[in-house]
């Protein structure tokens, strides 16, 4: 992309947190960051809440589009990857983008917040409850069954047949199987080796 003023990057060490910095850098945008501070609950501060009004991480300042505030770590994904003229890792093409943002809302809608549940059950919840830790590692480890058979026909990629924004944001969430009480010996393991490839 081109080199401009860049973005101040908002964010803590989380799946979605990940997500962000994962395509800034693959984009080689210029950028700040801005680490926040979640155990103290930073992004709940009058400062924080008027760039993302929920308060949650990430968010970015677009200084390059008038320092616009975009927050929602998908939502910063697709800003970010539209910009790119070339499409690198969002195609132009209407049915490969429909498919990439097929694959990016699974996780936003799907991967995120039932892994997201199964974390809390199981590791932050004041009581273990076992429905909640069985419903929410059982829906995980379904989700993870999607990918995987998925890509199970060979494809190398989620979606459009090349490395996208789905294929971040996923294994973003995917990385963390084993806190979410996932086998990493049956699930996803072609999506994560992909990836590793791609980071090396």
């Known amino acids: 992309m081109d080199q401009g003023?860049?973005?101040?990057?908002?964010?803590?060490?989380?799946?979605?947190?990940?997500?962000?910095?994962?395509?800034?850098?693959?984009?080689?945008?210029?950028?700040?960051?801005?680490?926040?501070?979640?155990?103290?609950?930073?992004?709940?501060?009058?400062?924080?809440?008027?760039?993302?009004?929920?308060?949650?991480?990430p968010a970015i300042v677009d200084h390059d589009e008038g320092d616009l505030h975009v927050f929602e770590s998908g939502a910063i994904m697709m800003h970010l990857a539209d910009k790119d003229p070339a499409g690198t890792f969002l195609p132009k093409d209407v049915r490969k983008k429909a498919e990439v943002v097929s694959w990016l809302m699974f996780q936003m809608g799907g991967i995120g917040p039932m892994q997201g549940q199964a974390n809390h059950f199981l590791h932050y919840a004041p009581e273990k409850i076992e429905y909640g830790i069985k419903r929410y590692t059982n829906e995980t480890k379904r989700l993870y069954g999607v990918i995987e058979r998925h890509l199970s026909d060979g494809r190398e990629w989620l979606a459009a047949g090349q490395y996208t924004i789905a294929d971040m944001a996923n294994f973003a969430w995917i990385y963390g199987h084993g806190y979410a009480g996932q086998s990493h010996n049956s699930l996803a393991t072609l999506l994560m080796h992909a990836i590793a490839i791609v980071m090396i």
Not at 23 to 40: N, T
């Open 5 to 57: 003023k860049g973005v101040t990057l908002y964010t803590g060490v989380t799946p979605n947190g990940w997500k962000a910095s994962i395509l800034i850098e693959e984009l080689q945008v210029p950028y700040k960051v801005r680490a926040i501070d979640l155990s103290k609950n930073e992004q709940k501060e009058d400062w924080f809440t008027k760039i993302n009004p929920n308060g949650r991480i």
